[in-house]
């Protein structure tokens, strides 16, 4: 339920890059009640200098174990800002594809629970079937298949390692809903009777 305290509400949109996720956010904070901050990957590559591109946006595969630590540093840093934007009572909507496709265990995702133990978070898995991930690709970026017809490793690998472990509060696929339905839903969960486990879940995952 959404709740009533001098903290900030907090949602988490998790998914692959072109899931939908950034069109959902733009959707929160146009029609949520309040004011909701947008906080997330595309923002903070944005403040990261270019030689430790591309930042928390690294896509799985262990291409670059030299900017791992960074990457480490900077998720949490950016939970840490998440938590004081909801501290000081402001609503925050957060877009990110946490995976642990590293070249060695990061433990990002679950580093990050511990941050916002005690906040009233939302943890949303944005779900998109892989031909629709690839469609956009090509529509936004003009990239797509590889020259064989085969979908490109790095998206094979943002499919299958986005969603591990699988624990969200909602999940809602672009591919059926607009952002504007898959926003409803998102508010719908708030509201229900319901508390927002996933990330108690993930915290206490060995």
Request: glycine share 8%; proline share 6%; net charge negative.
């Amino acid at each position: 339920m959404l709740m009533e305290s001098e903290y900030g509400n907090i949602i988490i949109l998790n998914g692959s890059p072109r899931s939908g996720k950034s069109s959902i956010a733009l959707c929160i904070q146009n029609t949520f009640e309040g004011v909701w901050m947008n906080i997330g990957v595309d923002q903070f590559m944005k403040m990261t200098p270019d030689r430790f591109q591309p930042g928390i946006g690294l896509r799985p595969g262990g291409e670059r174990p030299d900017l791992e630590p960074y990457i480490d540093t900077m998720y949490q840093a950016m939970y840490e800002a998440i938590a004081a934007f909801s501290r000081l009572g402001l609503n925050v909507v957060v877009d990110v594809g946490h995976h642990e496709g590293y070249s060695v265990p990061l433990r990002i995702l679950q580093k990050c629970t511990k941050i916002l133990e005690g906040f009233p978070v939302w943890f949303v898995g944005v779900h998109c079937p892989i031909e629709t991930v690839m469609e956009r690709r090509i529509n936004t970026w003009n990239v797509g298949y590889n020259n064989d017809g085969t979908v490109p490793k790095s998206v094979v690998l943002w499919q299958q390692l986005v969603h591990e472990p699988g624990i969200y509060d909602i999940v809602v696929d672009t591919s059926m809903h607009r952002p504007e339905e898959c926003a409803h839903l998102i508010r719908q969960r708030l509201r229900d009777d319901q508390p927002a486990m996933a990330f108690k879940d993930i915290r206490n995952m060995e």
